[in-house]
């Protein structure tokens, strides 16, 4: 049974079937499901139930002759046995029968070379709505004869039995590379769906397409230029990244092909804690009609969202089509990158606020994916501590990270003028409790030099023990901050430091060190001591 059948069929044992409506209609169809309710800016607001979040120790990749020696097995991909998902799939397509059903067709990837067609059948009008603001919307003339190469079954309301069906417990994320199908159910948390196509462009866009997939924000200059920026949450990569002097590309999920930088998504997923419109305007704008919010409330007796309630969650969210924002790029491609940031918030004030890294660095760094949460986040908590992502998005990655970090070192040795940053947007002087954050005026300076060509001529220091290139002078910023052991009043005191931070490093990159190259084990930190 191949997947438009498995749709044909859901469509017609429903009670109703409704294909691709529009917002507003989507919209009506929640409120009267009593879905959801209205914000006074004409935004949906709903509730995702038991699930606020993803569920990692719950998704898992079907085991078979596919994967079996593709993927990278372990904690990020679990493997579910093939004999249990084809159980599970049965009972997730009856369990669409007799109930109202909402399909969408929708696609992947901007640049039209690499797109991937995606059928998603939902219980929930609102999860349909998330659907169309985060994927790319189809015209009316490619609808006909819509082929469903991949298909997402999402039944929130379907409780799977563990002893039964394979799952950890009654929810679960299932992705099949071979059938081409995501199973989610058990849980309304609407990124679920997000992810797993991005996941599958993870493991499909490297292997088939020679395209490099990213976790990033991406945007064009003036001049057509590409950036790239990456980060964990915290370091400043959705702000960095809306530059009223350039376009926005995407701000979560691109791919890098031979000649392209393509967002895979239609549409933005933002957290919206704290959210104000003067920090981000663009975002707080975008959430009006057609935009949905997940798991905010209202100030007392308003239709008006209070963003500093997280009684729910801290993980509020707004899902909204990239259209609602100013300053795009249309379509949302981009040529090859000519700058790429990797951005830490580096809360143990070791690293410099900008310095330019090599390819063998590059690599390394970007398997990496290093940031520092402050102290006093938990409790007994009085150490900054360290956060590692592989890739800036270990979560996601079906294949070993040393596959995307080789790719990546193809690329920078096949385009030598790309320019590779690390910024550090955290902190100066000292740790955190002792030094103080980094300008964002200070940071936005240095970027604007990067992206202006401006560093290319300056002389440059070398790190002694992470070896990075730094530059001794940059234009609207602080010669002294450029090298962060000036900026410390023990010198002693920010040594111990680095090398404690490098070993956190080397530590760290064991886990990686079976499945990469020598040079990138060779741009290793070198820390002098045990720290």
Avoid at 317 to 337: C, T
Avoid at 447 to 466: C, D, M, R
Avoid at 493 to 516: P, T
């Amino acid at each position: 049974m191949n997947n438009n059948s498995i749709v044909n069929r859901i469509l017609n044992s429903a009670l109703t079937a409704n294909q691709n409506l529009t917002p507003a209609e989507l919209v009506q169809h929640a409120l009267i499901n009593g879905e959801g309710v209205l914000n006074d800016t004409g935004a949906l607001m709903a509730d995702t139930g038991e699930f606020t979040g993803r569920s990692p120790k719950d998704k898992f990749c079907v085991h078979d002759a596919k994967t079996e020696n593709t993927v990278w097995w372990g904690d990020v991909n679990q493997k579910f046995e093939n004999d249990k998902f084809e159980a599970l799939l049965e009972k997730v397509i009856k369990h669409f029968e007799g109930k109202k059903v909402y399909t969408r067709n929708a696609f992947a990837c901007a640049d039209s070379r690499y797109r991937l067609n995606i059928t998603v059948v939902n219980e929930t009008a609102y999860h349909n709505l998330f659907c169309h603001n985060l994927f790319l919307r189809p015209e009316a003339s490619e609808l006909e004869n819509f082929n469903a190469e991949w298909l997402i079954l999402n039944a929130p309301s379907f409780m799977a039995d563990k002893n039964v069906d394979g799952t950890r417990q009654h929810n679960f994320s299932i992705i099949d590379f071979t059938r081409k199908i995501i199973l989610v159910g058990g849980s309304g948390y609407t990124g679920e769906m997000k992810k797993g196509i991005f996941t599958v462009l993870n493991y499909v866009l490297p292997q088939e397409r020679n395209t490099l997939s990213m976790h990033c924000s991406a945007n064009i200059g003036k001049k057509g230029d590409t950036a790239i920026f990456f980060g964990l949450s915290g370091t400043g990569k959705t702000t960095l990244s809306a530059d009223p002097e350039r376009k926005l590309i995407g701000d979560d999920e691109h791919g890098w092909a031979e000649d392209s930088v393509f967002n895979f998504e239609g549409g933005c997923y933002a957290k919206c804690v704290d959210l104000t419109k003067e920090k981000e305007p663009q975002i707080f704008d975008a959430i009006r009609e057609g935009s949905l919010l997940e798991n905010t409330r209202f100030y007392p007796e308003t239709t008006t969202v209070d963003y500093t309630n997280i009684s729910v969650t801290e993980n509020t969210r707004a899902a909204y089509p990239i259209y609602l924002i100013d300053n795009i790029a249309v379509p949302s491609v981009g040529k090859a990158p000519e700058n790429i940031f990797f951005l830490t918030a580096d809360a143990f004030g070791v690293l410099p606020p900008i310095s330019k890294l090599n390819v063998g660095q590059a690599m390394y760094s970007f398997i990496s994916g290093y940031t520092a949460k402050v102290a006093g986040t938990e409790a007994g908590v009085t150490e900054p501590q360290a956060t590692f992502s592989a890739c800036f998005g270990k979560a996601f990655l079906p294949l070993h990270p040393g596959k995307y970090a080789e790719m990546l070192g193809k690329k920078l040795k096949e385009n030598p003028n790309i320019n590779v940053w690390l910024v550090n947007t955290g902190w100066t002087g000292g740790a955190y409790g002792t030094g103080s954050r980094m300008k964002l005026s200070y940071t936005r300076a240095m970027i604007t030099a990067a992206l202006n060509g401006e560093l290319n001529g300056v002389e440059f220091a070398k790190h002694p023990i992470f070896g990075y290139a730094m530059p001794k002078s940059c234009a609207n910023v602080p010669s002294e901050i450029l090298n962060p052991r000036n900026t410390w009043a023990d010198k002693n005191v920010y040594d111990e430091k680095a090398n404690h931070l490098a070993n956190l490093f080397n530590k760290n990159f064991e886990q990686y060190a079976n499945g990469v190259s020598q040079e990138i084990l060779e741009a290793a930190p070198k820390a002098s001591q045990h720290g």
